[in-house]
């Protein structure tokens, strides 16, 4: 895969070579996934099976405080936004639906509880693998874990909440 940058004069987004499910949305400017957010994480997740997998190579900046330690905070968030795409993606399959066709399917966060099983290092590329265990009404459940090499150093568990708002066309206010 590769990452490349729209030019500035369009659209700052950053776009996946292939396309990534949150590439659908060259507007949305989630901090964790938004492709036009210029300081967000710009996380890209893809089917694999029946899991919706990401690869996230860590900077030293986002740094626990002990050495090769990510902060616990980004780690939620990476399983936070990466399992919100999960349901999306998976309901657009339940739905017999092409994936971003209109109207647009929309998550939010209803709850987010993580358990932290070894430090999660900075130096090397880390792995979530999501899984939508249910879909029930407007509520989305979602394991996902997070992974080190073959070494699982944290697990979440989502729920997310169907929405009618479009979140893809993203936040006004933010600079792209």
């Known amino acids: 895969m590769s990452i490349k940058a729209t030019p500035s004069h369009v659209i700052q987004a950053v776009i996946a070579d292939p396309p990534a499910l949150q590439d659908v949305w060259p507007t949305a400017t989630c901090y964790g996934c938004g492709p036009s957010n210029a300081e967000g994480l710009h996380i890209k997740s893809y089917w694999a099976g029946d899991e919706v997998i990401c690869t996230f190579r860590p900077l030293p900046k986002y740094n626990a405080g002990f050495d090769n330690v990510m902060y616990g905070g980004l780690v939620a968030s990476l399983c936070d936004c990466h399992s919100v795409w999960a349901a999306i993606a998976a309901t ?6 092409e994936h971003g066709s ?25 792995v979530l693998r999501a899984r939508v265990e249910e879909i029930a009404g407007r509520k989305a459940t979602i394991r996902c874990g997070v992974y080190a090499d073959d070494k699982q150093t944290a697990e979440a568990h989502v729920i997310a909440v169907r ?14």
């Open 102 to 126: 209109i109207p647009i399917i929309s998550y939010v966060t209803a709850n987010l509880n993580v358990s932290y099983k070894a430090p999660t290092p900075l130096d090397r590329p880390i």
């Open 163 to 176: 929405i009618a708002a479009d979140k893809s066309v993203g936040a006004k206010h933010l600079p792209r």
């Open 92 to 97: 657009y399959r339940q739905e017999g639906r």
